[in-house]
């Protein structure tokens, strides 16, 4: 009888997992003996500077790959140098020349451009026949290659993809990227948006960038200054010229030529050598070298204006220019590896990681503007960046090209987030209440509710905290089932789960990293994977003081606040962060550890193990704490006051006979209060919130110690802070709750 591989002993499932891993070696080092077929095409100047490295590391391994070069765009127009000589020059044996550019260099010109490009693909891409198509950036000649090139079954490796530059490339950067088959990208954050857009993250190699390589090799060539010379003339030093290239932005045209005249304009009065390039051939490319014209740059003595510079000149003039102005991805990406000074003008790159040599110019409306940025920029010196590569892409996608298993099908999978199945609409489904379920771990219970969109506790559900992992997650199945039951008769339609638990939380995989020391056998572990399972249904998790924080953006006080702190007073400190409207989390999850702002040097000892944390003077644990000590030495009982012999002497006691006039309890109260307030003046100084929210049993009786403190201590531009106790019974469960409804009816996960 069959038996289902579940059934299957451990093992039984490794040895048919060795078999397999052997299977794949074999066909790896089969394919090995075959030499991968890898066409390149290349439209333009700028890419070819990113494709020559990797054409050369092909084209040094022979025995591994066999290389065949496609030139097409502008390479071949004489008004932009005919820069496909360049890759002869590097004697690469060009298979196929392709006149694609439609002129006009306006909208239209592009669309026609693409479609003469689809016309004469399909028969270049038959004879080549490659097992692989090198794409690299934005531009709409690549668009072009990689239609055809899905179209006809073959593979894409897509350089650049995932990056973001504020204009139409974005559009056409990330069609690219659906198409492609395969990924190279430069920075980590290109890798995470490419994961967003649902690519499978096996297939995305964070290479760098390839021009990098070449970049940070050749820096420091000792003919530098004869290429400055050749360029700009004998007179002119090294650090004492600009190099100026400016492109059209095609979604508005009229403003990047008026950006481009202004430009023009303010290079002319700072009377320093400019070498100025011709924009690219994108629509309103034409109108701005009218405007160059008009205004006599190409006679003009401080002006040498030139159509292409090899890339391996370019970037000495680059490294050793006094400064970069313009709008080309140069700017912002090669110039940083040198420090040179770089003024953006414009949209274009706004959206791109840059290093701190860059300058924005967002709104570059006036003469006066673009002038003082080159006063501020002009000269100055910064350090190196690496954001874009350290100079090993190239062996890094020649190993990714050997990778690819020709084997597997060709169709691409996407890796789509989880989300409930359509349901088909009816009355009933359209007259539910849109809700989520809330689950709140907390040290002594666990709570579990159903939350409508208002923010409307429709029905809670407690039970003590289970003290092992395998009670508590079966716990919480049973009882989050259950309230989906009930939810049928409420009329409510659960969306998710979000789940609000103490510790340290990694919410982006669902996992709680370290617990609590109230909460047992709580650490690494993956909360999202067996409840999702368990339930089919999306899952958040996140840290209670972020979840007190969402809750207030939502639904209390902060709802409408960009910036805001979220203080929770219970039995620990904690709390979370808004700026910008958005949760702060931090590089390793531990943003907004609110207690543990260390507010004396030899205060009391923490349960961080640390001392004078404000958790260890203003918790509800550090005052039960001194309620002990105070009532071991029979200080802590006013006249009319008890406590009844199997009752735990605990915090309350402490605030009621300070209320009863205990002086000793007063002072506990006093130095919490002001060590608290002590701890939002360092928050106020950091993060300049223009609210802070006290939450959580002691809020009420902090909230006029922390105002004074604040008075007293703070800068005098922050203490007008507002300081408000929260208006919300249940933070954690709302905070959970905001977590499903925020994000579940945006249908991401």
Not at 585 to 606: D, K, N, Q, R, Y
Not at 656 to 667: C, H, M, P, S
Request: hydrophobic share 40%; net charge negative.
């Amino acid at each position: 009888m069959l038996r289902g591989l579940d059934a299957r002993n451990p093992h039984e499932l490794y040895f048919l997992r060795m078999q397999r891993a052997e299977e794949k070696m074999e066909r790896l080092e089969n394919r090995m003996k075959q030499r991968l077929r890898v066409c390149v095409a290349t439209c333009n100047r700028a890419d070819y500077s990113k494709l020559a490295p990797i054409m050369f590391g092909l084209k040094a391994q022979p025995e591994q790959f066999e290389l065949e070069v496609v030139v097409l765009g502008s390479h071949l127009i004489d008004d932009y140098g005919n820069t496909f000589r360049m890759i002869e020059q590097d004697e690469f044996d060009i298979g196929s020349k392709l006149h694609t550019i439609v002129r006009g260099e306006d909208e239209a010109a592009m669309v026609e451009s693409v479609g003469l490009a689809l016309v004469k693909l399909p028969d270049v891409l038959q004879r080549l026949a490659p097992d692989v198509l090198v794409v690299h950036g934005d531009r709409f000649d690549a668009l072009a290659l990689a239609t055809a090139a899905a179209l006809m079954n073959i593979r894409i490796l897509h350089l650049e993809g995932g990056e973001v530059s504020g204009t139409i490339d974005d559009s056409i950067r990330h069609a690219i990227s659906k198409l492609a088959h395969y990924h190279a990208v430069c920075t980590r954050s290109a890798e995470s948006h490419l994961i967003a857009m649902c690519e499978d993250h096996s297939r995305i190699l964070l290479a760098g960038c390839p021009s990098y390589d070449k970049l940070l090799s050749a820096h420091q060539r000792d003919d530098y200054t004869d290429i400055i010379k050749t360029w700009l003339g004998d007179d002119v030093k090294e650090q004492d010229y600009i190099v100026a290239l400016q492109h059209p932005v095609t979604t508005d045209i009229k403003n990047s030529i008026k950006i481009y005249e202004l430009m023009l304009d303010a290079l002319i009065s700072f009377k320093k050598r400019t070498l100025i390039l011709f924009p690219n051939i994108d629509a309103g490319s034409k109108e701005m070298v009218r405007v160059m014209r008009k205004k006599g740059i190409e006679q003009h003595p401080n002006f040498r204006a030139v159509k292409h510079v090899p890339f391996d000149q370019f970037i000495q003039l680059v490294a050793h220019a006094g400064c970069m102005v313009g709008n080309s991805s140069c700017g912002v990406r090669e110039a940083g590896a040198f420090g040179t000074p770089v003024i953006n003008l414009g949209t274009r790159q706004t959206g791109r990681e840059t290093g701190e040599n860059v300058l924005h110019v967002r709104d570059a409306d006036t003469q006066n503007k673009i002038y003082h940025a080159l006063e501020l920029q002009f000269g100055k010196r910064y350090p190196c960046s690496k954001i874009y590569g350290d100079g090993n892409a190239v062996q890094r996608i020649l190993k990714f090209l050997q990778s690819i298993d020709l084997s597997e099908p060709l169709q691409k999978k996407f890796c789509f987030p989880a989300v409930r199945e359509n349901i088909s609409q009816d009355i009933d489904h359209i007259l539910e209440t849109q809700s989520a379920l809330a689950v709140d771990l907390g040290g002594t219970n666990l709570r579990v509710a159903i939350i409508s969109m208002k923010g409307k506790v429709m029905r809670k559900y407690t039970q003590p905290n289970p003290k092992t992992y395998e009670e508590r997650i079966e716990l919480i199945l049973t009882m989050c089932k259950q309230a989906i039951a009930d939810a049928v008769h409420l009329n409510c339609r659960i969306l998710g789960v979000g789940v609000s638990t103490g510790g340290r939380v990694n919410p982006q995989e669902g996992i709680v990293l370290d617990s609590t020391k109230l909460i047992k056998e709580w650490s690494s572990v993956d909360l999202r994977a067996p409840v999702s399972r368990a339930l089919h249904l999306p899952v958040w998790v996140d840290n209670d003081g972020n979840c007190a924080a969402l809750a207030e953006k939502k639904f209390g006080h902060g709802s409408g606040v960009e910036n805001f702190v979220t203080i929770i007073t219970g039995t620990g400190i904690g709390g979370g962060i808004i700026q910008h409207g958005e949760l702060i989390h931090g590089s390793t999850f531990c943003a907004a550890e609110l207690g543990h702002i260390m507010v004396s040097l030899e205060g009391p000892e923490c349960s961080c193990g640390s001392h004078g944390c404000i958790e260890a003077f203003s918790s509800g644990l550090a005052l039960q704490r001194e309620a002990k000590r105070l009532h071991d030495e029979d200080l802590l009982l006013p006249d009319g006051m008890s406590v009844n012999n199997k009752e735990q002497v605990n915090a309350v006691h402490l605030i009621n006979a300070a209320r009863l006039g205990n002086r000793k309890a007063e002072g506990v109260l006093h130095t919490a209060g002001t060590a608290l307030g002590v701890g939002i003046v360092n928050i106020l100084h950091t993060v300049n919130p223009s609210l802070v929210i006290l939450s959580g049993v002691l809020a009420q009786h902090y909230v006029t110690p922390v105002q004074q403190v604040i008075s007293q201590r703070a800068l005098s531009s922050t203490r007008d802070i507002k300081v408000v106790t929260s208006d919300l019974e249940e933070p954690a469960l709302l905070g959970a709750a905001s977590m499903v409804l925020d994000y579940a009816t945006r249908r991401t996960y």
